[in-house]
């Protein structure tokens, strides 16, 4: 697992200051990779321990196992991706497919029944992802509530969950860990909530656990910048979203 997959994956455990180091480490990655621990804390205007912890938290070993990660983060080659308006094109093709496959008339009744439909994610892109949800279901009038990413607040709002409401969780991985095991308590409540997962393709954990699982897949931009890895482009997920939402309205205008 490299170090842009590790972010990923604890985007919702990271402070705002631990974001900041982040953003530090990778702006720099193959200078930073040379730097002392001391060095680098003075360079950033942090702490030793800050970056100490913060490793921790991303699962490394401790700081030498992250300078050998800033160190492959600067090792990627600026390669464009010549062929980004293909592959939009083909997952866009594909995901058109993926749902058309699917019968979702389950699911569009517990839309439909669901009193408050609360959104929580665990990322910056997750959070756009959720907030345009949100809006998308508020426009055909559902009731919705955007959780903070913080793990405490989805702790909190379990408690308050009530028969009837929908839970939608959007996760780039669908593994973590923290999430999952959160969302598997609230799972004991039995049928009073119905959860809805949104991930990266492929078999996750949240997955598992949700009533209705959504899989997008992302490409890479043609552009990236010095010492990290391409840009991921989430179009093929708003797509899923916006073919979700129409497709409810019809079965709506259909059933009458």
Known sequence: MNL?????????DLSGSEKEIIQGLLSSAKENSQLSLKDLSKKLYVSE????????KLGLSGYSELKFELSAASSIKNHPNT???KEMADLTANTIKQFEARNLTNFYIDVQTAKTIYLYSTGWQQELLASYISKELFLIGKQTVLLPSALD???MRGQFFKKGDMLWTI?????????????????LIG??????????MGSNDLATISDYSFFFQTIDFSYQTDG??????FSPAYILIDLLINGYFDWQQKKG
Do not use: W
């Open 153 to 155: 607040e989805l702790k």
């Open 83 to 85: 062929n980004f308006v």
């Open 171 to 187: 996760s780039y991985s669908g593994n973590n860990t923290a999430v999952v095991n959160e969302l598997k308590k609230l799972s």
């Open 191 to 200: 049928d009073e909530i119905k959860m809805v997962s949104l991930t990266k």
């Open 49 to 56: 321990s800050a970056i100490f912890r913060l490793c921790k």
């Open 4 to 12: 842009q997959t590790r972010i990923y994956e604890k985007q919702g």
């Open 228 to 233: 990290s890895k391409p840009k991921s482009c």
